[in-house]
């Protein structure tokens, strides 16, 4: 029995975005597809995302031979909820020296979270052409100690960046941060053709106004992939034990053997290691004090 199925063509390939129902999948020997996923969705309650290989089949069409089908998800080396995308190495989360001003919360939320699903991260402050050199050290001291690699840059006036294509290279990374801190711009200047929209911060809120509304993968050179996602404002770390969050301050364990008590949360116990360290300058109380935040926040949440 010949079975029609079996003759159809089948590709590999990878969505590279996904826009109003349909995903735009990458085959290397072909171009890209605009698919439909035909039933992936109900089978096994998976929803493709940027960055998924798929299998695909194309559709015959009359004038339109760059359709296809999605037929089949490839397993996920690695699956982000925010934002959402799939198979990175790792992420490069920027914030803007100003304009808008970096919340340091939502950046230590943004770290625990990757840390979390084992993405390595690195920080990137952009637009430091606005601000002085003071300011720069500041946030540099904060982030000093916590095991994070840390640049300072300027899209604007394309300084830095030669780090960043360094830090890029063979690997696939997943821009991510707040809107308006320069992610597209960044990616415009590594991939001039991206040609991706950016947008003025509002100049009143001084916050950005999501420009960027969907996630897209750009080929930098070989085996070097970026991609560009949405601003997001508001990150919840809620799928862990308040015991463990201190596990991922990193410059707090060289100074745990001084604590009194075992588990200390280092917070209302007498004769703490970490306390004593913050007193004398040696931790940052910027990310001190964004660890008490969160463990208050899960605390609280335990009541409901
Ligand atoms: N002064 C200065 N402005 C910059 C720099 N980089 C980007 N900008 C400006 O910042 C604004 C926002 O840039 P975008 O690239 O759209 O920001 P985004 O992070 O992609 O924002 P969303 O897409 O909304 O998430 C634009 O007006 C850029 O021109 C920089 O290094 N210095
Ligand atoms: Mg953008
Ligand atoms: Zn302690």
Redesign the pocket.
């Known amino acids: 029995m010949i079975d029609m199925e079996d003759h159809l063509e089948e590709y590999i390939g990878k969505i590279i975005k996904g826009v109003g129902g349909f995903y735009y999948v990458y085959v290397e020997a072909h171009g890209i597809y605009e698919c439909k996923a035909k039933g992936i969705f109900r089978k096994n309650n998976k929803k493709p995302l940027v960055g998924d290989m798929v299998k695909l089949t194309p559709l015959p069409d009359t004038d339109n031979d760059m359709l296809g089908s999605i037929m089949e998800l490839l397993p996920r080396k690695s699956e982000l909820i925010r934002p959402q995308v799939a198979n990175v190495d790792q992420a490069m989360v920027?914030f803007?020296a100003a304009?808008p001003e970096p919340n340091f919360n939502l950046l230590d939320r943004f770290l625990i979270s990757m840390s979390i699903q084992d993405i390595p991260t690195i920080i990137c402050f952009?637009?430091?052409?606005?601000v002085d050199e003071d300011k720069v050290k500041e946030y540099m001291n904060i982030y000093e100690n916590s095991g994070f690699k840390t640049c300072f840059?300027?899209?604007?006036?394309d300084e830095g960046v030669d780090e960043i294509r360094a830090y890029l290279k063979n690997k696939t990374t997943v821009l991510a941060?707040?809107?308006?801190?320069?992610?597209?711009?960044?990616?415009?200047l590594l991939k001039p053709d991206a040609n991706?929209?950016?947008?003025?911060?509002s100049k009143k809120l001084k916050r950005?106004?999501?420009?960027?509304r969907h996630s897209e993968i750009f080929h930098i050179e070989e085996d070097t992939f970026v991609l560009?996602?949405?601003?997001f404002s508001s990150l919840y770390v809620n799928d862990i034990d308040k015991e463990d969050i201190k596990n991922y301050f990193d410059e707090f364990s060289e100074y745990e053997d001084e604590c009194k008590f075992l588990g200390c949360l280092h917070i209302n116990e007498p004769v703490c290691g970490v306390k004593k360290a913050l007193e004398e300058g040696k931790i940052s109380r910027v990310r001190y004090d964004n660890y008490k935040l969160l463990i208050k926040e899960l605390e609280n949440n335990r009541k409901y």
């Open positions: 920027v803007a304009e952009n637009k430091v052409d606005m840059i300027s899209v604007l006036e941060g707040p809107s308006g801190v320069g992610k597209s711009s960044l990616l415009n991706m929209e950016t947008g003025e911060i950005g106004r999501h420009t960027t560009d996602t949405p601003g």
